[in-house]
C-alpha cells in the first residue's frame, strides 16, 4: 500500500470509529437540518469543517500553535452543543439573512477547534515527515465523513417519512424535517453537554 | 384523535427512550484518540540485519508491557527492559522469505517525551523484499489499534496498517 493511502485508511477509520462518537455527533449535529435534497449544501459546510480542522492540525503538527489538550477535549463538545442550539433556535432559514454563508464559516471554525484534538498524536509519531501523513489523514477525514453524512441522509428520510405517516393530526404545522431536526439536535445537545460539563478544566 | 394521541405519545416514548440511552452511553471517558505506534523497518549495512524501530506513546504501551508481565501499570510509564524485550517478541512476529520464522534481538529502549522508542533487529536479512511482518502491539487493550508499519528498501518505501480486528496476520514487504 502507498504511504498516502495508508494515511487516508487512517483518517477513514478515524472518523468512522463509533466509539470516537465527537465527529459523528458533530455531523449528526450539522446534517440535522437538512433535506436530502440539500445535500449539496450539507457537503459543503462538512467541507468547511475538514478545511478549518486541516488548518489547525497543519499549525499544531507543525508547533506553530500549541494549545493544552485539557481545553480542546472541552472546546470540541461545546462546538457541538453551540451547532445544537443554532438547529433549535434559527426556525425559519429562509427567512434568516446570510444563512447559507454563515453556516459554512460556523462549520469552519468549529473545525478549527476538532482538528487541534489529536493533532498532538500525529505531531508526535511523524516527528520528521509529517506532510504526507497529514495531508492522507485529511482527505481520509473527508471520505469519511462523506460516508457518515450518506448514511444519515439515509436514516433521515426514513424517520422523515415514519414522522410524516404518524402526523395524522395533532403535531400542528411543523414540518417532518423541524420535528426530525429538533429531535436530533435535542438529543445531541444532551450528549454533549453532558461531555463539555465533565471536560471543563475547571 | 385518538390515533394522534397514541402517536403523540409514542414519538415522546421513542425520543425519550433515544435521549436517555444516548445520555447514558456517553461515559465520562469520552475522548477521541488515535490508538496508533509506528514501525520502521531498515536495513542496516553495517551488521546486514533488518532493523525494527517501534514507536509507541508511553502510558499505553507501558500499561500493555506491564499487563503482559503480570505487574501492576506503573504511575511513571517506567517498565524494565526485561518486560520490554519479552513484551515485544510476544507481539511482533517476523518471517524470512520462504517462510521460516525469523529470532528478534533486543536492540535497546530510550524514551523522549510522551514517546517510547523501541529497537529490535533481525539477524541475517539480505533484502527485506519476502519478508513477512505481523504486529499485534496495543491489541490487548484497544479494539480499534491500529499499528503503521513503514518498511524502506533503495529508496522506496512501503507503507502497511495492521488492525485490532484483523488478530495476528502476516504481510509480505514487496
Not at chain 1, 477509520?13 to 450539522?30: C, M, N, Q, Y
Not at chain 1, 506553530?64 to 489538550?69: C, D
Not at chain 2, 489499534?145 to 504481510?171: P, W
Amino acid at each position: 500500500m502507498s504511504d498516502v493511502a495508508t494515511f487516508i485508511e487512517l483518517g477513514f477509520r478515524h472518523i468512522t470509529d463509533l466509539k470516537g462518537a465527537d465527529h459523528i455527533l458533530f455531523l449528526l449535529a450539522l446534517a440535522a437540518i437538512y433535506r436530502f435534497r440539500d445535500w449539496r449544501e450539507c457537503l459543503w459546510v462538512a467541507t468547511a469543517f475538514t478545511v478549518g480542522h486541516s488548518l489547525t492540525l497543519a499549525l499544531a503538527v507543525t508547533n506553530v500553535l500549541n494549545l493544552r489538550p485539557a481545553l480542546i477535549e472541552f472546546l470540541i463538545p461545546v462546538t457541538i452543543v453551540a451547532t445544537g442550539l443554532e438547529n433549535l433556535f434559527v426556525r425559519d432559514r429562509a427567512k434568516t439573512p446570510g444563512i447559507r454563508r454563515y453556516r459554512p464559516v460556523l462549520a469552519g471554525v468549529f473545525g478549527l477547534v476538532h482538528g487541534a484534538g489529536f493533532a498532538n498524536y500525529l505531531r508526535s509519531l511523524f516527528v520528521e515527515d509529517i506532510a504526507l501523513p497529514l495531508f492522507g489523514f485529511n482527505v481520509g477525514i473527508e471520505l469519511g465523513q462523506i460516508c457518515v453524512l450518506v448514511l444519515t441522509f439515509t436514516a433521515f428520510m426514513a424517520v422523515d417519512r415514519l414522522i410524516a405517516a404518524a402526523r395524522i393530526s395533532g403535531v400542528g404545522r411543523t414540518t417532518p424535517v423541524r420535528i426530525r431536526a429538533i429531535a436530533v439536535s435535542s438529543i445531541v445537545l444532551l450528549v454533549a453537554t453532558r461531555w463539555a460539563v465533565e471536560r471543563a478544566p475547571w | 384523535m385518538v390515533i394522534a394521541r397514541k402517536w403523540n405519545r409514542l414519538a415522546r416514548l421513542v425520543f425519550g427512550v433515544v435521549a436517555t440511552t444516548a445520555l447514558a452511553g456517553a461515559r465520562v471517558a469520552w475522548s477521541h484518540p488515535l490508538h496508533t505506534t509506528l514501525t520502521e523497518i531498515a536495513l542496516d549495512s553495517t551488521d546486514g540485519a533488518m532493523r525494527l524501530t517501534i514507536r509507541a506513546f508511553a502510558d499505553d504501551f507501558s500499561a500493555v508491557v506491564a499487563r503482559h508481565a503480570g505487574k501492576p501499570r506503573p504511575a511513571d510509564y517506567r517498565v524494565s527492559d526485561t518486560d520490554v524485550a519479552s513484551y515485544v517478541a510476544a507481539a511482533v512476529s517476523v518471517e524470512y522469505t520462504g517462510g521460516r520464522p525469523a529470532p528478534l534481538t533486543w536492540s535497546g529502549v530510550r524514551r523522549t517525551g510522551d514517546l517510547v522508542w523501541v529497537t529490535v533487529k533481525v539477524p541475517s536479512v539480505r533484502s527485506l523484499r519476502g519478508v513477512k511482518i505481523a504486529t499485534t502491539l496495543l491489541f490487548e487493550i484497544f479494539d480499534d489499534q491500529v499499528n503503521i508499519v513503514q518498511a524502506t528498501s533503495g529508496g522506496r518505501r512501503q507503507s502497511m496498517l495492521f488492525t485490532a480486528g484483523d488478530g495476528r496476520k502476516f504481510k509480505a514487504i514487496s
